[in-house]
């Protein structure tokens, strides 16, 4: 177990209103990742963070924001949700010699009507 | 860019099967490869890795090695078990753009269903 919670674990909200992920981590691991989860499509990176203030897009970034104020907590911002962003989201965090392996949170199933 | 392709689902196996799910990847440079395993409404969970070439990554009786020659990691299980019904994922870690951050590449994942 690496700690790792995941709020809300169930939301459903309506297009065009804003929606914010948390994830928080006990273990002050340094790397944090945000993916989504669809039918066909096994996991896709949308950012990362590799420390305080510090993060980087991934594959299906856009319309997603994130910010990282402290260590423990990762958001992710859907600024304007869509219909197209009804997923399952993972958060992630790295451990493990050179940061290879990762593990997940229990995830959040959101859906946008 | 990297990809990973795995045999499509699902898998419908009696208990005590032989199981193989293939996974082949496209990569630049030396990627460490990985299966996850889901089980219904939960998260993702590491089953094995394995970290270069010929290295085999074992776990709960599940097989992998990574064949840099065929770019392979399939994933076996002499005899499965009801317990293993979920969906497999196969993985390969890379360096991402910014922080000396790794980042995962995940197939599309092959649900199994074991039958009593």
């Known amino acids: 177990d690496a700690g790792i919670t995941q709020s809300p674990r169930h939301k459903v909200t309506e297009t065009g209103t804003p929606v914010t992920l948390r994830c928080h981590q006990t273990?002050?691991?340094?790397?944090m990742y945000w993916y989504r989860q669809d039918p066909g499509h096994g996991l896709r990176l949308i950012h990362y963070?590799?420390?305080?203030?510090?993060?980087d897009k991934g594959e299906v970034s856009d319309g997603y924001s994130v910010s990282r104020s402290k260590t423990e907590d990762f958001l992710l911002t859907l600024e304007s949700a869509t219909s197209s962003q009804t997923s399952v989201y993972f958060c992630?965090?790295?451990?493990?010699?050179?940061?290879?392996?990762?593990?997940f949170g229990p995830g959040t199933r959101l859906t946008v009507l | 860019g990297n990809s990973v392709t795995q045999m499509e689902g699902p898998v419908t196996l009696s208990e005590e099967a032989f199981l193989t799910i293939n996974c082949t990847y496209t990569?630049?440079?030396?990627?460490?490869l990985f299966w996850y395993v889901q089980y219904p409404g939960e998260g993702l969970q590491l089953l094995l890795k394995?970290?270069?070439?010929?290295d085999k990554g074992s776990n709960k009786g599940f097989e992998a090695t990574y064949r840099k020659e065929t770019t392979s990691f399939h994933l076996e299980k002499g005899s499965v078990q009801v317990s293993d019904s979920a969906v497999y994922f196969c993985?390969?870690?890379?360096?991402?753009?910014?922080?000396?951050?790794?980042?995962?590449?995940f197939g599309s994942g092959t649900q199994l269903t074991v039958l009593p």
């Open positions: 992630a965090i790295a451990t493990g010699g050179s940061y290879n392996e990762q593990f």
């Open positions: 273990e002050n691991h340094r790397y």
């Open positions: 963070s590799y420390g305080v203030k510090d993060t």
């Open positions: 990569a630049t440079g030396y990627p460490s």
């Open positions: 394995a970290t270069k070439a010929d």
């Open positions: 993985a390969l870690s890379d360096l991402a753009t910014s922080g000396s951050a790794r980042q995962l590449t």
